[in-house]
């Protein structure tokens, strides 16, 4: 009986149970999981050089065989084995660090293919290759197979080779290469110029020509982007069918005033995304929109223009913060601004004294409309939220997904607004935002002056405390940041406890102040709180006063270990200051010399410009530490690159949104098997995620 897509792959010719279980861990479970395992890489060996040709420097793949070989326990935790080989040409040393396994295997007389960096050994000048791949050549057979053309390179994981992996995927191949289904409708294909998709899966595992792979890439990465965008979009259609909610009445009473009562006026951008929210809240279908701003945009006045919307609604205005420390000063903040207005604001946190507690849930749930700002105590059982108009949920992106559902699910499918300080490029919006209605805050209000961002090492902190000095003296603040909060023994960097010892030692004159993770909420609040009033000059900190804190009067911040931080983070941190109208400093401090933290700290001080370091720092370390996959909704593509193939994924996105605009049920004959793929999406890492 033959095979289908489905079937398990222990079932394919030559797999088994055991490394059936091996193939689970690289996420391989069925025939169709082994059909899209595509290579990370590929090893040119059309023509492969003999060991007289190599230079010291050079990365090759070379065909060797063993004369003698040793092995030797260095120091605990390095091992090396030894080999001297030859081939018609030459002898050389081969050496391969860490790699214990490989004895079982290795001996004088096995003809290897090895891959590798060339040195000349200090000893025996002999060329030495230190050895990253090792295949094993038994036969004429495997010479044929592995010499001669172009050869896929598989990830991997302990207990499996590369010429395994690879006669895996072969067999896979040859036992499902009849069952793939193209789904995507001619018209489509022929419109875009798409190669057709088996000949593209077979030239992404086995390229015949650079022209050739990049079309077989552009097919799969096209195919990766429609079917997620067309489900995306199927989404933000379906909320807009069933989202049905009560219209917001409001009267521009509260707003027109709020607007009067401000010492400035709100910028272009800010009333541009007023009126989209405005807009929305008129409607019977709930708003799903996320507000985008840079540090400093000016978020909080379009969340109480949102708030007040509900308020003269006669429904109450809900927003929730990821931190205690957030949440309080939004409610301080928001309640100063309002207490003219005589509209009533509850606080409602994880840690709050008994009677505290008991006061804002009792004006939340009375009948008299409020405004509602907490945390995720929120989402506890016993508070009720029902006679929600509004929810805004701030810095989004530091809450999961079931959080942010639960909270919505309490408030009976109330308007949404999400916000985010974090600047997001273009094609992760698109991708991890995409069934949401978007608004970007990309202007700062006049008046802003952008702090001015130097690297400096540590030789040149008694100048920099001297800076900080004359800021003390004109009665303006100091933050100083660490990583850590206790020093570490595994890795060398200050902590936030012994640089609050240090610092107030060299500002004795003036109050210093200490604030991590660690603290109580209410001390946390207490000290951001004396900072705040002033009471405290200096406050040494960990990146919890990250987002949203805002202290006018903060003018200097030093950013110890700074190469320990995501640029985006730094930027963020540097948020923090520059917001009283003056002139503000922000100081790096670091070690590090390597090339990669040059470029790093050069695009942070070269620019403020929030997308543009996001951009770069989400080449740099990825999507999953920048954004927090589980936390951004990132999926998992297996070829696709977010920043790469941008161009592709707006062409997807497109085409999607016509398709759904022509058909939305994809009911006619053109669309059944796309309709099919779609419906089949839960077999899928992407389809996954989307469930």
């Known amino acids: 009986m033959g095979l289908s897509l489905t079937s398990d792959v222990q079932y394919i010719k030559g ?29 040119d060996r059309r023509k492969l050089p003999c060991v007289k040709e190599v230079e010291c420097g050079d990365m090759v793949t070379i065909v060797l065989t063993i004369e003698s070989m040793s092995d030797k326990k260095i120091k605990k935790g390095l091992h090396v084995i030894e ?52 295949e094993i050549l038994r036969s004429i057979d495997d010479i044929k197979k592995s010499t001669g053309v172009i050869i896929p390179i598989y990830n991997l994981t302990a207990g499996l ?119 929305d809240l008129r409607k019977p279908v709930a708003m799903n929109r996320l507000i985008q701003g840079d540090v400093g945009a000016g978020k909080t006045d379009v969340a109480i223009v949102t708030l007040l919307a509900a308020i003269e609604s006669e429904k109450n205005g809900v927003l929730m913060a990821p931190t205690d420390i957030l949440a309080t000063q939004h409610y301080l903040k928001i309640k100063l601004l309002l207490e003219p207005f005589n509209i009533q604001c509850s606080l409602l946190k994880g840690k709050m004294k008994k009677r505290e507690k008991e006061e804002s849930l009792a004006m939340i749930e009375s009948s008299e409309p409020c405004i509602v700002i907490g945390t995720h105590a929120l989402i506890e059982q016993y508070v009720s939220v029902s006679n929600c108009g509004v929810m805004i949920i701030d810095e989004q992106h530091r809450f999961g997904v079931m959080q942010r559902i639960k909270l919505q699910d309490k408030a009976n499918n109330p308007h949404c607004l999400f916000m985010t300080a974090t600047p997001i490029p273009r094609s992760y919006m698109l991708t991890c935002f995409g069934d949401l209605d978007k608004s970007i805050i990309d202007e700062l209000p006049p008046g802003r002056i952008k702090p001015k ?29 660490f990583p850590l909060v206790e020093e570490s023994e595994k890795v060398d960097l200050k902590s936030a406890v012994d640089g609050f010892e240090s610092i107030n030692i060299i500002f004795k004159e003036y109050q210093v102040g200490l604030i991590h993770g660690r603290m109580k909420p209410d001390e946390k609040s207490e000290i951001m ?29 030093v950013i110890q270990d700074a190469d320990r931080f995501g640029l985006s983070q730094l930027h963020q941190l540097r948020g923090r200051i520059g917001r009283g109208g003056k002139q503000s400093y922000c100081f790096l401090i670091s070690k590090s010399n390597s090339e990669q933290a040059k470029k790093r700290f050069k695009a ?21 530490d920048v954004l927090g996959t589980r936390q951004s909704g990132l999926p998992q593509f297996q070829l696709a690159d977010l920043l790469r193939d941008e161009q592709v994924l707006l062409l997807a996105r497109k085409v999607a949104k016509h398709v759904l605009k022509e058909d939305p049920s994809l009911s006619s004959e053109i669309y059944q098997s796309l309709k099919k793929q779609l419906d089949s999406f839960t077999d899928t890492m992407i389809g996954q995620h989307l469930n």
Not at 606 to 618: Q, R, V
């Open 453 to 481: 961002t130097s690297l400096v090492t540590d030789e040149f902190l008694p100048q920099i405390y001297q800076k900080c000095v004359e800021r003390l003296r004109l009665k303006e603040q100091v933050y100083i940041v």
């Open 15 to 43: 797999v088994g149970p055991a490394i059936g279980q091996l193939l689970n861990k690289l996420g391989l479970f069925t025939l169709k999981d082994c059909l899209i395992f595509f290579p990370r890489e590929y090893d």
């Open 604 to 624: 942070i001080t070269d620019t403020a410009d929030g997308f543009k370091i996001a951009e770069y720092d989400l080449k740099i370390r990825g999507p999953g």
């Open 529 to 557: 709180k004396e900072f705040k009033e002033n009471k405290i000059h200096i406050l040494v900190s960990t990146t919890v006063i990250e987002v949203g804190v805002d202290v006018p009067n903060a003018s200097i911040m």
């Open 83 to 134: 080999a001297v080989t030859f081939d018609s040409s030459d002898w050389m040393k081969a050496v391969w660090f860490n790699q214990p396994y490989l004895l079982k295997v290795l001996k004088p007389g096995l003809k290897l293919l090895v891959k590798g960096k060339v040195e000349t050994n200090l000893f025996t000048y002999m060329p030495q290759i230190n050895v990253s791949e090792t």
């Open 161 to 279: 080779y590369q010429a395994q992996i690879r006669d895996i995927i072969k067999q896979a191949f040859m036992a499902g290469k009849t069952l793939i289904q193209d789904n995507l409708s001619n018209h489509i294909k022929r419109e875009h110029n798409l190669m057709e998709l088996l000949p593209a899966i077979t030239e992404i595992h086995y390229p015949t020509s650079v022209e050739n792979y990049k079309k077989a890439r552009y097919r799969i990465v096209f195919d990766e982007f429609f079917f997620y965008q067309l489900r995306l979009e199927k989404q933000r259609i379906q909320h807009k069918q069933i989202a049905k909610t009560t219209p917001l009445i409001y009267t521009h009473a509260f707003i027109n005033r709020y607007y009067q009562a401000l010492p400035y006026r709100l910028t272009n951008a800010q009333n541009k995304v007023i009126n989209e929210i405005l807009d």
